[in-house]
């Protein structure tokens, strides 16, 4: 699990909680459900005019679960296991690594086609294409959930500007300017809350996701043509440390020597 989006999530709340409780601990005053109709209602239509239904079904949940999930194996981690698998496959050919385990699905999937067989474009072309599409759902959920965001604000104006022309039509009648001004309000704050404390947050943790997944993935299938090639074990690993920062290199490079 990534804890940062957890422990980020729950410290926004914490902060919003330890505030009202300062301010006298009444909850209630904080709700207004027409404040909640205007920034949900609003903010979910206008999301579904910006993409078509499927992108929102996929997307959603798949943001969220990329959101909170770390990547099960690291790229120095994938560096390391390719190479084991290289040197398998130099010492007792293809068939050998039929009964490895291996904790990467793509890298899995990957080692499936040099253990059956396939010609090297095939398993490039074939790869290359499940992790352009898983890219494309990945970045697919951030845009959703930015474009969320975007609208949330929006729509807290609209909801302010609501509350505000109800106040103002209803100024002969005090009773009436409370829940008014209370919508206007609420439904700004309900608008800021939700875009800068969950949706962008969230799309911009998904894009950083995808670019981790874009690496990780595009070193799997060098790592996987080098072993279709039957290269060396040392020599897939010095090309594929070409994927890591400068200084897990030298470290890796430390370790070799």
């Known amino acids: 699990m990534d804890i940062a989006t957890g422990a980020g999530l729950v410290g926004g709340i914490a902060v919003v909680f330890v505030l009202i409780m300062i301010d006298g601990g009444n909850f209630a005053a904080y709700f207004d459900k027409h404040a909640v109709i205007v920034i949900f209602g609003g903010a979910t239509a206008a999301t579904m005019l910006r993409f078509p ?25 994938l560096i390391d296991e390719i ?21 990467d699905p793509f890298l899995a999937q990957g080692v499936r086609y040099i253990a059956d067989g396939y010609d090297r474009e095939f398993i490039r072309d074939t790869m290359e294409r499940d992790r352009d599409n898983f890219l494309m759902h990945l970045d697919e959920g951030s845009k ?4 969320f965001g975007d609208c949330a604000p929006a729509w807290g104006m609209i909801g ?6 109800t106040m103002f039509a209803n100024m ?4 009436k300017l409370g829940p008014a001004m209370a919508t206007a309000l609420l439904a700004t704050l309900y608008g800021a809350l939700i875009a800068n404390m969950i949706t962008l947050p969230i799309a911009d ?9 874009d690496v990780s993935r595009t070193l799997i299938i060098d790592g ?23 200084n897990h290199r030298e470290e890796m490079a430390a370790e070799a020597a």
């Not at 290289?86 to 291996?102: C, H, Q, T, Y």
């Not at 943790?205 to 997944?213: A, F, G, S, T, W």
């Not at 996987?224 to 920062?245: Q, T």
Request: glycine share 4%; net charge positive.
């Open 53 to 77: 239904f499927s992108v929102i079904v996929h997307g959603v949940p798949m943001g969220l679960r990329y959101a909170f999930n770390m990547r099960a194996i690291r790229p120095r981690e």
């Open 172 to 175: 002969s009648d005090p009773s």
């Open 144 to 147: 959703v959930y930015r474009a």
């Open 205 to 213: 943790k998904l894009h950083v996701k995808l670019e981790e997944e």
């Open 224 to 246: 996987v043509l080098l072993i279709r090639d039957a290269k060396s074990a040392s020599l897939v690993r010095e090309m594929l440390i070409a994927y890591l920062p400068h």
């Open 83 to 103: 190479t084991k698998i290289a040197d398998v496959v130099k010492r007792s050919g293809p068939m050998a690594i039929e009964n490895l385990e291996i904790s």
């Open 160 to 165: 302010t500007i609501l509350g505000m022309v």
